[in-house]
């Protein structure tokens, strides 16, 4: 059947027609809705925290962590204007607490992460163990688990903050309330999770009952160290230099079950080859100074940095005269337990 | 520290130049962001097959086969106008093959199930096999399968069409391809799939290599037969009656890694109990007559009717003389996957 | 060090001193203990039921059912006399159920399969549901359900078992009890279990709390017509026809965690290839006439026959003008679930 | 029917005419095939050290570990002579290793660990890695890796061996061959595996490739660090203070699929309750003082003493002045992999 000008019109009438039922045609809508290959409206783009550090200080005079809840700025693509979203699954922003100050103990369905950029000695409290903070490490605050801030300490502590906040938004799942105490009661001693859980030992008994890891602080000492031993062995990956993903080790799989959380260390003078996967993903630098390609174009880093690199969009690492540790999340996980990812290595 | 009104003329001069940074306060957005409970843009809607039918035949005479690639009318939300979606992350259609028609072979990220309404005789190929199509049968074509669908009957066939194209879309990873030839080669004769996988037996040295069910075809006839067998039966549930998911017997999990599908049946003069759960889901009526109330709105359905139940809605069943089968389909396996479901049942 | 013919008396009076301590030199039995392939005892052996078939019958005039609570013929491996063992790990034996008996309902930790060999009408009751059986059928009671059999029938029956007796006497585990009442009430009725678990559906609320499959029969009619299907296509395999696993639907795994059971089709004038894997496997001939080379020496075998293959020995199938269909079962899925398996294809 | 004096003639004779075709009456052995609760042929006992180790030191003036290939004395239980095992599944030995001595390279498909319990600057290597062992220190020698050991320091080195030995020879899958060189060649530096596997870390590219953890050795230094921080929690466990098991990090469950390794921590002064498991028990003092209760005999133990506590017997604790550690190991993870296992808490 042809296509005559007065079909187009009969098309539009029906397609008007139809609209008060409730349907659309799907011929007019196809590669929109099933595109050869991924079309993200994401953008790439880095935060230099040198430029950021001075509005997250300003915050600080602005509102108090008690009324804010959460002292955090949400690091936005400029792809998706409004969205409060990093990745079209992912939220990211840079938190702020103060000598003195508390952030409430809350829980909620989306999980947590938190790298820390900035100071030492706040701390993190999840399911009534603290765990202090120092630059580098990681900690996360699964789902539904009781969570709180405090900063005991003389100096600001920042850091930056990874939620699966549009993850949950978009599966309509989500659920929050706030504890009764301002700050939970610690109930077990600082590092007793890492001891029941994390020291290649589980308890006899233990029965795995949610999706996240029960070690919630990966101290940077501990990684940094086993990233210093690897780097002894001759293999290093062409692209990502050594990356290591942080594990839920109660099972061998992601710490948590929507966000996956890595670390690589890249050796001095890298001139990495192009890889791609379809995991939009967040980086943040710990150590080091270099250049990041997305896409083409150029992005300079060094320390405290964050950058973001969509889905599907190539990009490569350059680094300069030092080792250079990034640390970085996406929905890599939930990708994979769909099975849905994809990654290229292009030479 | 108090919020004086020059405070609020700080903050918005705030929030102007940090915007220019890419960065937005967490402060002002946190209700939205983390809600107590589910806000979902999607209302419930049901879609009359008697009122949608002729719009449906409509189109056959608007468009071929070929040109459309699938001739078929998206069912939308009125909740999401122009998102094509029937919940956040669920597309549903009606589709139309008429007699001699072929609808070309492609394969792409997205996986999609079928529902047949109505008529007989038509086939879908999947990887290389045809599973001739019935009403009440119930189909897959898995992630990345080559498949298509001709109808070498003289009866036009419908189907409801159910796909996770929004979730693909969110997760950034749709790939998409054609087939080289309009029709893929058939390799494997009808009732391989079902023979080599479907019958509580596998093949000696078969490895799982992907996420859906190598069984594609789900014959109503034998769904229909063992919920006979069940309604035999004492306990039915007081809300669901008996209602079955459709499983991958190579896992014992769902048939898809994104798309739950399920099978119920509810006996004559049932009067359900209340229930809610956090995936939205599309119910199809294969056979009864009865109503669904939907937070308390009343929609009456008959055979072949199509509703959706948007996520944390209470719903109950209330059905007439006959026996009810329904079909439905929702993204539950995404959410236990995640560790973020939840249901309720309402006393 | 030298070994001066002084050092073996030193030795030998060494070894008896340290014997009264409970303690042997490892030295002196390295070969046996850590041999390079392995060594069993068993060999291989075959029964011919038309000779077996008297002495069953006999068994019915010397004992009742009630008596020997199971009137069963153990088949020993004559390279293990007293084992009551076929292979190191399992037991097998031929039980006669006449018209009217009933064998009294218990339950033990370990497992039984049942090949039904001859008759029909007699059932096996599994947690309150009765199957009856027919030639062909494969029924399970798992690990410590209530079983029970009747045979209300006018014909004896006879069934092959298979039990996993040696290997929970090895690991120390076994329990048993007797069910107050001689045959356990009936509670669902026949085929619900099928309907439930075996029609690719499963209850939306359904949770795995067993290792075995809930279904517990598997009629011959069901798996000789997907044999059948199966034999419509093109690629058959060079040493085993096809040859399928029964599984556990809910798990995509065997159908019992202690033993794998089998089910093959062998074309008409097959020529197989050798072939040979760690489990010993008994197998119970249903269909067909033939012969098995077993490391050399052949067994011809008839409809109804059975024969053991020890673990790592050779064999290859030759079949004469019909089609064969064989059962088997063996130890396999406790070798690959301790990664120990391995099986090797002879060209 | 009832059973006269020459039906029992008749079933003699019946017997054996039966038992020349290769069958034998069930109805004869029911109890001892199908018991009520375990039989096991194994008895409690204890070795101390002090007593066995002049035994083991001249060993080692009798033959060399090259000569002997592993010079170890076997702990046999002394209900099971001539058996070369502990329990019926498990093999223990305590190996020594002389200065400058080399134990030759070669692999197998029985799993081994290894207990130190003396001296210190032995190595054990395994896929090219070598780890230097300390007293305490819990090592494995997965199925099939290459591995071999060396002592380049100035003292004699002893460890309590434990393997599968007897498991792997019932099921008749025992393969073993000799590395071309007597030592392995070292391919990655020491501590690669701990942290590439053992930190909360993995490479992201890591697929599981087989049973056993990748982290071969568990150095005591920091599982006795775990055990303390544990100990600062109030809550022990009334049987076994603090018990932990041995993980695979990549899967959260046993370091080996065959064998199950624990560590517990009792305080001084316990006295706990009795406990039994249908995993008979290899036990290891690491240190304290104290006495177990099996089965109502009282065994003193002390330091490096090795003592076996049968399957499905009760025993408890009871300690003296300093805290204890002891190390186990057993078959619970084949058990629970085929859900035969059971343990009781006797109040």
Not at 234 to 258: L, W
Request: a negative charge; hydrophobic letters at 40%.
């Amino acid at each position: 059947m042809n296509q005559p000008v007065d079909n187009r019109a009969a098309r539009d009438d029906y397609y008007r027609r139809i609209g008060t039922q409730g349907m659309t045609p799907l011929w007019e809508a196809m590669s929109a809705l099933v595109p050869e290959t991924p079309r993200t409206p994401c953008v790439p783009h880095l935060w230099h925290y040198d430029a950021v550090r001075p509005a997250l200080m300003e915050s600080g005079t602005l509102i108090t962590a008690r009324e804010a809840v959460r002292r955090v700025l949400i690091l936005e693509n400029p792809g998706m204007p409004g969205s409060s979203s990093i990745t079209q699954s992912l939220y990211a922003g840079l938190q702020l607490i103060l000598p003195g100050e508390v952030a409430p103990s809350h829980r909620h369905t989306q999980t947590a992460l938190r790298l820390i950029v900035e100071g030492e000695g706040a701390y993190t409290a999840v399911d009534g163990e603290r765990a202090t903070m120092h630059a580098g490490d990681f900690i996360i605050t699964p789902s539904w688990t009781w969570h709180d801030h405090g900063n005991p300490a003389e100096v600001p502590v920042v850091w930056l903050d990874g939620l699966d906040i549009p993850l949950v938004r978009f599966f309509d799942c989500g659920f929050a309330e706030n504890h009764p105490a301002e700050s939970q009661p610690v109930t077990r001693p600082e590092g007793d999770a890492q001891a029941r859980y994390g020291a290649n030992l589980l308890p006899v008994d233990f029965r795995s009952t949610r999706g996240a890891s029960p070690v919630f602080a990966y101290p940077y000492a501990r990684s940094r160290e086993a990233l210093h031993r690897l780097s002894k062995g001759q293999e290093v990956d062409a692209a990502h230099g050594h990356r290591m993903q942080f594990i839920n080790p109660t099972t061998g799989g992601p710490a948590m079950p929507t966000m996956g959380a890595f670390v690589q260390w890249i050796p001095a003078g890298f001139s990495g080859n192009a890889y791609r996967s379809t995991d939009g993903t967040v980086f943040q630098v710990i150590e080091g100074r270099g250049a990041v390609e997305i896409a083409g174009r150029r992005f300079d880093f060094g320390p405290r940095d964050t950058f973001v690199v969509p889905s599907w969009m190539p990009y490569r690492f350059v680094t300069q005269g030092d080792e250079t540790v990034l640390f970085s999340f996406s929905d890599r996980p939930v990708q994979q337990a769909l099975h849905l990812w994809r990654e290229e290595r292009i030479a």
